[in-house]
C-alpha cells in the first residue's frame, strides 16, 4: 500500500513558476513509477508527465514538454514537478499517482493522491 500527499499548488500569475511535490509512505516507493496528471473544471483527467522507478527515463504531455521537469528522490520518498512559464491553461487539479508498469495512461497507476489545486491567473 502507498500513500501519496501532493502539496506546493497555489494561484500564480502567468509566467511564474512552481514546483509541485508528491510524498509517498511505504518502503517500496522506489519500485514504482511515479506520474503526474491533471484535471481541469469540466474536462477530463490528463496525463502530465511521467518519471520511472529509477528517474532515469521520463516522458511529458506536449503540452507542457519543454516548460516542466518531472523527478524523484527515492530517499526521500518524494516525486516533484517543476512547472514553468505557468500558462493559464495549466489551471487544474494536480495528481501524483504510483504504478509498477505505469506510463502515461491514468489506468496503469494503483495508487492516487488527493490532488493539489494550480491557479494560473493571466
Known amino acids: 500500500q502507498v500513500q501519496l500527499v501532493e502539496s506546493g499548488g497555489g494561484l500564480v500569475q502567468a509566467g511564474d513558476s512552481l514546483r509541485l511535490s508528491c510524498a509517498a509512505s511505504g518502503r517500496t516507493f522506489s519500485t514504482y513509477a511515479m506520474g503526474w496528471f491533471r484535471q481541469a473544471p469540466g474536462k477530463d483527467r490528463e496525463f502530465v508527465a511521467v518519471?520511472?522507478?529509477?528517474?532515469?527515463?521520463?516522458y511529458y504531455a506536449d503540452s507542457v514538454k519543454g516548460r516542466s521537469t518531472i523527478s524523484r528522490d527515492n530517499a526521500k520518498n518524494t516525486v516533484y514537478l517543476q512547472m514553468n512559464s505557468l500558462k493559464p491553461e495549466d489551471t487544474a487539479v494536480y495528481y501524483c499517482?504510483?504504478?509498477?508498469?505505469?506510463?502515461?495512461?491514468?489506468?496503469?497507476?494503483?495508487?492516487w493522491g488527493q490532488g493539489t489545486q494550480v491557479t494560473v491567473s493571466s
Open positions: 518519471v520511472d522507478w529509477r528517474g532515469e527515463s521520463t
Open positions: 499517482a504510483a504504478g509498477f508498469t505505469a506510463w502515461n495512461r491514468a489506468s496503469s497507476y494503483d495508487y
